[in-house]
């Protein structure tokens, strides 16, 4: 039953802050869609809402990671026949411009300053709110913290125990509420400066 609304949620994720989001914004944006009260369902939906939203995590994580390179020999006569033929100046600016539009994206988002113990898991103290989220679940995942039996189970070790108020395990949902105490507001102003600091970190490596 629940499986009808699947285009509905990913297209609400799409669109939410993954920081803030929860299972129940969710499901009333989806009531709001569909004109339909899901509390007869409340249990189930929640639960079908969590399957997607870690699902959608994973896809995000994906999608950042940059293409892997040719492997077939088909590609690569293909692509040296395309090399003898073609000015290889054409190919270079466009992968620099394909850069350069992902890292003024990232730069684009207001940034934040984050406080332990949050900044110690992502290993940041400024960051924006999308980068925290997507290196917050990096950190998941490189330390397995996924339940087996059920992926929207954290269990959380000893910095993810110290972030969410010594809880054993918490929803994938619920960790945004313990990240939130971590974050703290740059003034508009100062948005500039933060963002040259930003640019500085990452141009040292």
Known sequence: ???????????????????????????????????????????????????IFVKFQEQQEKSSLPPP???????????????????????KPAQKKKKEVKEKRVIDWPLLKVSPPLSDIIKTDLCSRPQAVKKMWEYIREHNLQSETDKRVLRCDAKLKELCDGEDEVSAFSINKYTQKCFTNIPKEEQPKYKQILLEREAQG
């Open 1 to 51: 039953m629940c499986e009808q609304y699947r285009a509905n949620i990913e297209a609400i994720l799409k669109d939410a802050d993954l920081a803030t989001v929860s299972a129940k914004s969710i499901r009333r944006s989806l009531e709001a869609q569909t004109g339909t009260s899901l509390d007869p369902i409340k249990k189930e939906i929640n639960a079908f809402i969590g399957d």
């Open 69 to 91: 390179p040719p492997v077939s020999r088909a590609q690569d006569t293909n692509a040296k026949v395309i090399k003898k033929t073609t000015s290889p100046a054409i190919k």
